[in-house]
């Protein structure tokens, strides 16, 4: 047991579903896109664990970029306010995108990324989200690719973090109410 461990209410999404998962997502990822290579587009920090997995499953070859854009601070709600903290390396025109997400919460800022990689003219652009809440069903953002469907509560691990800890469980937990509230 690891002492992050101690502080999860309850597993949410194993290790062994996450990898079950990552796997099948990769499997139509690589029959979708055919002989055309997938361009990976990592939302930091979180999405970085599920790209990592997903671009070793993916039979296809992939190429790599990042971004980093802000939307919650350290709270456990969305703010709506999206900022670049950093901006892709290379041009994206012409190419096949990807954006990989750990989680769409409100969708706020996966509309924002839509938009604004969109006008840097790639040749096509789809989401891959591990996890979606239900309130992102209202921002109606065009995802292709979904893990799991969760419900609106507040989650780390795999990623997900809260006040940047957390994010190296192998698996997505409920925080233990008093861990944030105190
Ligand atoms: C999280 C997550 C998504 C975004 C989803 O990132 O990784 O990028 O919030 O929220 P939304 O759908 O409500 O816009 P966060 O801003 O917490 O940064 P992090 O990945 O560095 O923790």
Redesign the pocket.
């Known amino acids: 047991m690891s002492e992050l461990d101690a502080d999860i209410d309850d597993v949410v999404v194993s290790a062994e579903q996450i990898q079950a998962k990552t796997a099948e997502l990769a499997k139509q990822i690589d029959a979708d896109y055919g002989d055309r290579e997938p361009l990976l587009v990592g939302?930091?920090?979180?999405?970085v664990m599920f790209m990592s997995d997903l671009a070793r499953v993916l039979e296809r070859p992939s190429t790599m970029e990042f971004m980093?854009?802000?939307?919650?601070g350290s709270a456990t709600t969305?703010s709506g306010v999206?900022r670049i903290l950093k901006d892709l390396d290379r041009d994206i025109a012409g190419q096949h995108v990807l954006i990989v997400?750990?989680?769409?919460?409100?969708?706020?800022?996966?509309s924002w990324l839509l938009k604004n990689l969109a006008a840097r003219q790639p040749a096509s652009i789809e989401v891959v989200a591990l996890l979606r809440?239900p309130?992102?069903v209202k921002v109606h953002v065009p995802v292709k690719y979904v893990g799991f469907e969760i419900p609106n509560e507040f989650v780390v691990g795999y990623?997900?973090?809260y006040a940047e800890r957390y994010?190296d469980l192998p698996y997505i937990g409920r925080l233990k109410p008093e861990v944030y509230t105190s």
């Open positions: 939302v930091l920090k979180g999405a980093a854009v802000s939307s919650y969305s999206v997400e750990d989680i769409i919460d409100s969708g706020l800022t996966l809440k309130e992102a990623g997900l973090d994010r």
